[in-house]
Structure formats: C-alpha cells, structure tokens
C-alpha cells in the first residue's frame, strides 16, 4: 500500500479534481484497490464522490467520517478500531468522507502538537493518528490524502503518516512563495517530530504506532496549462507566464526535492506534467458526481 497526500499550501490550484480523478482512473483503468480519504474540512472530494442524496445522509444521519476517527484520540479515548468506509458508485473507490467539524478539531491538534515536541506519549500520539489509520489500510493498493490549503495541524498530521505527497500549482507568484512555504514548514515538522522521538526513545513501544519517524517524500509537481496566444499560427506561451513557468524546476529542486527526496532521481522527473484547463468539463462532472472522463461535453450525461 502506498499513502499519497495531494498537497499545496495555495488554494484553488486543481488539488481535489486531480485527486478524485486520479483515484477513479487507478481503479477503474488500473484495477487497483483505492480508499480516498477527505482531510479537508471543506468536504469537496466527498461532495464531488457522492450524489447530494448520500452527502445528506452522512451529514444528517451521523454516517461515518473522518471525525469519527479524529475525536475520540483527540479526547483521550485512544485509536479507533475499526474503519467505516462508503463507496463511491461512480468513481469507484472507498471514500472516508470528510467533516466540516474537522476545523474544530484543529486548535486540539495544534495544542497536542505543542506537547509532542515537548516529548509528551499522548501528544505524539495524536499527531501520529494517521499513521494508525493507515495501520488499518493495508489491503488498498493505495490511499490518498485531500487536505485543504493550510500548514495547519490538520495538515501537519497527514504529512507526518503518508509516504509522498504530490504538489498541483498554478503558474503565478504565489505558487512559487507557496513552495517556500512549504519547504520551511516541513522542515521544521521534521526536525522537531524528530528531536521528540529521541526524547522518547525509551518508551517508544507506549506509542502503539508501528515504527514511528518522519518519513515523508516529494512525489512531484503538475502545472495547471495556461493559456497561450496564437502567434503566426502557432501557440505561444504568454510571457509573463512563461516566465514563472521557468522559475519552478529550479524553486523546486531548491526547496523540496534537496530536503524530501531521498532516492535518486532525475531532477527533470519530479515534473510529472501538466493538467489541461478543461472548462465546462468540470461542473459537468461535479454536477453528475463522476470523474471526468465519464462526462461527455455534449449531451451533460455521464
Ligand atoms: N483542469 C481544470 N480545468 C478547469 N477548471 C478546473 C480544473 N481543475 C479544477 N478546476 C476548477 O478550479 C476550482 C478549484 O479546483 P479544486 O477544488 O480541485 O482546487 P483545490 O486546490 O482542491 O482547492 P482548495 O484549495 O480550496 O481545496 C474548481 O472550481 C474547479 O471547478
Ligand atoms: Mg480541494
């Protein structure tokens, strides 16, 4: 099983489309065994995944979700056992839908988090919870991550349990400052969640987290197309955007591959391409609740 966050510190930027789309696509063209997990308050990938009928039904009647896994090791009650999943019908994947009562949750997390690095059991244990849940996902080829746009300790939680994280970005300014960002907040995570470990080396057992260490990678980046101009027939990038464009290899390398990579690779593989503005696609596809490539421009069906 391979955990995989999609992860951007910018908002806006395709995270949840790719992902939800991503995951459909492994399932139903790679048969692979796949569980989405919503992290992000905001619940879009659950909204997307599921028709309003079952988002209703998850909300109104206390179905399952990520809540459910979160409070009870926030309250001291300890890790939850056994995980409820829904299945998505039209992407195809086992989802653990999201809850807007996650935001709550945050300030906990954080306060838990401020302990943890002081070397507290129950406070490393929270920030591990993730890697508990994932202790329970081994019969999925893969689990991915949405996460809303924050370094906050939600955030922090899921990068500190999954293996990699794949970062979508848009070709302006503030992706690139978002790369920094990134880069700075992880690297303290890092360090920190590591001091603390050795400060606990003793009693690592009472954690009850199977091999408990940061191990996160960098996966690799998707640029969002932008839209070129027609010049003597022929497409060209927009100057402006072009040249940010040719900014980010290099910002990248810098920030994330050098600290988050530890296997060689390429520095021209961890662009893993780039997504095309698909347009009327996409409510297309919201509005059905299908990946996109079920949704025909033309006749609205799936
Ligand atoms: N390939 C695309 N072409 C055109 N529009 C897109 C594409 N991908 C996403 N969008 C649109 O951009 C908006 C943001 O997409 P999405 O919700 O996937 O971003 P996000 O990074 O997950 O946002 P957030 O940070 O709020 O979680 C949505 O309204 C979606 O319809
Ligand atoms: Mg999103």
Redesign the pocket.
């Known amino acids: 099983m391979k955990s995989i966050a999609v992860f951007?510190n910018?908002?806006?930027?395709?995270?949840?489309?790719?992902l939800c789309n991503l995951a459909a696509s492994l399932s139903q063209h790679g048969n692979k065994k796949v569980l989405v997990v919503d992290a992000?308050p905001?619940c879009?990938a659950t909204q997307y995944m599921f028709d309003d009928a079952t988002v209703d039904e998850i909300y109104e009647k206390g179905g399952f979700t990520i809540l459910d896994v979160v409070k009870p090791l926030a309250q001291g009650k300890g890790f939850v056992k056994t995980l409820h999943v829904r299945k998505s019908q039209t992407f195809r994947v086992d989802v653990l839908p999201g809850d807007p009562g996650m935001s709550l949750e945050e300030d906990r997390l954080a306060t838990d988090w401020v302990q943890a690095t002081g070397g507290d059991i129950r406070g490393l244990r929270t920030t591990f919870l993730f890697s508990q849940l994932l202790s329970q996902c081994g019969h999925y080829d893969y689990v991915f991550f949405?996460?809303?746009?924050s370094l906050g300790s939600i955030n922090r939680a899921v990068l500190v349990a999954v293996d990699g994280f794949v970062t979508?970005m848009s070709t302006d300014i503030f992706s690139i400052r978002a790369i920094d960002n990134i880069s700075l907040s992880l690297s303290s995570w890092k360090r920190r969640l590591e001091r603390a470990l050795e400060d606990i080396a003793d009693n690592v057992a009472d954690l009850e987290i199977a091999n408990p260490h940061w191990h996160l990678q960098f996966i690799g980046y998707l640029t969002?197309q932008y839209t070129a101009k027609m010049v003597r027939g022929e497409k060209q990038p927009v100057r402006a955007f072009d040249k940010i464009a040719r900014k980010i290899p290099l910002r990248i390398e810098k920030q994330l591959v050098a600290h988050f990579t530890s296997r060689q690779r390429p520095a021209d593989s961890f662009g893993l391409g780039s997504?095309?503005?698909?347009?009327s696609?996409?409510?297309l596809a919201?509005s059905a609740h299908t990946p996109i490539f079920g949704s025909s421009p033309n006749s609205g069906e799936s």
Do not use: E, R, S
């Open positions: 951007n910018k908002g806006g930027v395709g995270k949840t489309t790719f992000d905001q879009n949405d996460m809303g746009p979508p969002q997504i095309p503005t698909l347009n696609l996409i409510p919201q």
